[in-house]
């Protein structure tokens, strides 16, 4: 055996033995969309928002130009979630497991802007590798904000947990759906 093979080997058992993986979706997929205004009253945001989803499990909102009654949003916390951050709920579907997910992408904004991420890598191992398709299906981002403090520690005590997705429509500490979303994925028709 060469030694670029037993490398290779030695790579892949170290991998399992820490518990790592690479099951993510085929190098180079991505899903790329628009965040656009709700038309909701304020806080709205910029029609220059959008969303980013690799096929290696990183996620990203990018929010651009939120505003409120008193103008540029800028929210700060310190370690914990406060309730001024703003929520980018991320919806899909492992197709071939007919099962529905959620992540809650979290951020603070700064003069209006915030970048929300999340490694979602581990959850692709819940998909087993003999399944086909092993594929996602993107059913919807929606923005919503401010958090609120009455939400922060059920918030912060699920981004924290060991499973910080939801599974079949559970309760999402993070979002207050009975608010219209101050954006969602899509187009803005004029």
């Known amino acids: 055996m060469s030694f670029t093979r037993r490398a290779l080997?030695?790579?892949?058992?170290a991998g399992v033995l820490t518990g790592s993986s690479s099951a993510g979706a085929k190098a180079g997929t991505k899903y790329v969309g628009n965040l656009v205004p709700t038309g909701a009253t304020a806080p709205?945001?910029?029609?220059?928002?959008?969303?980013?989803?690799?096929?290696?499990?990183?996620?990203?909102?990018?929010?651009?130009?939120?505003?409120?009654?008193?103008?540029?949003?800028?929210?700060?916390?310190?370690?914990?979630?406060?309730?001024?951050?703003y929520v980018a709920l991320l919806s899909g579907t492992f197709v071939a497991l007919s099962q529905p997910f959620q992540f809650n992408l979290v951020t603070d904004l700064k003069s209006g802007n915030g970048v929300a991420k999340i490694d979602a890598s581990r959850l692709f191992v819940?998909?087993?590798?003999?399944?086909?398709?092993?594929?996602?299906?993107?059913?919807?981002m929606e923005v919503y904000g401010p958090?609120?403090?009455?939400?922060?520690?059920?918030?912060?005590?699920?981004?924290?947990s060991d499973a910080p997705f939801i599974l079949s429509?559970?309760?999402?500490?993070?979002v207050d759906e009975t608010q219209l979303p101050i954006a969602v994925g899509g187009i803005e028709v004029p």
């Open 44 to 85: 709205t945001l910029s029609s220059k928002s959008k969303f980013v989803l690799k096929g290696n499990g990183q996620f990203k909102a990018v929010l651009r130009g939120v505003t409120a009654s008193t103008g540029l949003v800028t929210s700060e916390r310190t370690g914990t979630l406060d309730g001024d951050e």
């Open 9 to 13: 080997l030695a790579a892949a058992i």
């Open 126 to 140: 819940l998909v087993p590798t003999l399944i086909k398709p092993r594929s996602v299906r993107i059913t919807g």
């Open 169 to 174: 429509g559970g309760a999402n500490p993070c």
């Open 147 to 160: 958090l609120g403090a009455e939400n922060a520690a059920a918030c912060q005590a699920k981004l924290a």
